[in-house]
């Protein structure tokens, strides 16, 4: 199994062979790093100078691709994400029969593989031939490219179409049922649903009343009971748990689940950080831009006013996090003198 995926791999890394040829070195990890950042760089030197013949596109994902790379390789992505792309490519290819790492999915070979197509300029954005509209200039070339838009757009509907999106038919069905569902366990009638104060009263805010409206996995559960166990704010609304389907795994409400019910690896991050004391939670660093309590100024002309910190359904990414208590603090709302001040 670990040979196979070795050599998956390296088929995919042929496409680039300077960077096969340093991935397989027994130069050290960071060796290989300032390696590929010379070569990307120079790479991406070429991109800008030597290929002006490159249609407009393509030129622009070469170098968008060169550029993502870098990024995903850097000391910096690496200490945020707390994973190493370049160690974890670098285990599959050394380790062999020994390979400990986690088994890589289809999708991280995918995705690997149209970055790195997309570095050597083979991303098959146009037809191995220029297209005709690259040849004229004016009108004729403007037809000619809407002409080739056209069936572009046909072909990307035909993708687009494999996905359900919420005005389906099906989708609005579903969301029907589960609003009737959770109306009927909090007993409550079509009218109220519609009323925000009584969205807000039902908000759910613990694991035990979420598992009883819909299906969550151990993961999702342990997830939501620690954050309850550690005061990390959690709330969904019962409108937003209908978009939810019951049963998870689906490939359908994965975006939406994850936008308020934290991962594990969140809450242990969290958890980590808040002990900490030279790591704040206060990435927008609004704590170094309030000259007095309830105003952020980040901007010239612009301020921000914060009435309120909290919110009815908190956002595993909101930005203000660190300074919400619970979904219903009385203590999150600020005062009228603070607010007249």
Not at 40 to 65: C, G, H, M, Q, Y
Not at 83 to 112: C, Q, R, W
Not at 280 to 288: A, I, P, R
């Amino acid at each position: 199994m670990e040979v196979r995926l070795k050599n998956k791999l390296l088929r995919i890394l042929n496409q680039i062979p300077p960077l096969k040829e340093i991935m397989i070195s027994d130069d050290n990890l960071e060796e290989k790093r300032k390696k590929i950042r010379k070569m990307l760089a120079l790479k991406l030197i070429s991109t800008f100078d030597d290929t002006p013949e490159i249609p407009s596109l393509k030129w622009v994902l070469v170098r968008d691709a060169i550029e993502t790379f870098s990024r995903i390789i850097s000391i910096r992505s690496e200490t945020l994400s707390e994973f190493s792309f370049l160690k974890y490519m670098n285990d599959l290819i050394h380790e062999g029969k020994k390979n400990t790492v986690t088994k890589p999915s289809p999708g991280f070979f995918a995705e690997l593989n149209h970055l790195l197509r997309g570095i050597s300029g083979s991303a098959e954005v146009y037809p191995k031939s220029i297209p005709a509209f690259a040849k004229h200039n004016g009108v004729k070339a403007a037809r000619l490219r809407s002409a080739y838009l056209s069936k572009m757009a046909i072909e990307a509907k035909k993708f687009i179409n494999r996905y359900p999106y919420g005005l389906d038919e099906e989708a609005k069905r579903r969301r029907y049922t589960n609003k009737n569902r959770i109306l009927r366990y909090f007993k409550a009638t079509d009218y109220e649903w519609t009323h925000w104060k009584w969205q807000l009263r039902k908000t759910i805010k613990d694991a035990d009343t979420l598992k009883d409206l819909i299906h969550l996995t151990e993961e999702e559960y342990f997830a939501v009971k620690l954050a309850q166990k550690h005061r990390i704010p959690f709330g969904i609304t019962p409108y937003y748990l209908s978009l939810m389907d019951y049963l998870p795994g689906k490939g359908r409400d994965d975006a939406i689940r994850a936008q308020v019910i934290p991962s594990i690896h969140y809450i242990n991050t969290l958890l980590k950080n808040k002990t900490y004391d030279k790591c704040s939670m206060d990435f927008m660093l609004e704590q170094d831009t309030s000259p007095i309590e309830g105003i952020t100024r980040r901007y010239p002309h612009i301020v921000i006013i914060k009435p309120v910190l909290t919110c009815p359904q908190i956002c595993v990414y909101c930005q203000r996090n660190w300074e919400i208590e619970d979904v219903h603090s009385r203590s999150a709302a600020l005062s009228k003198s603070k607010l007249d001040k």
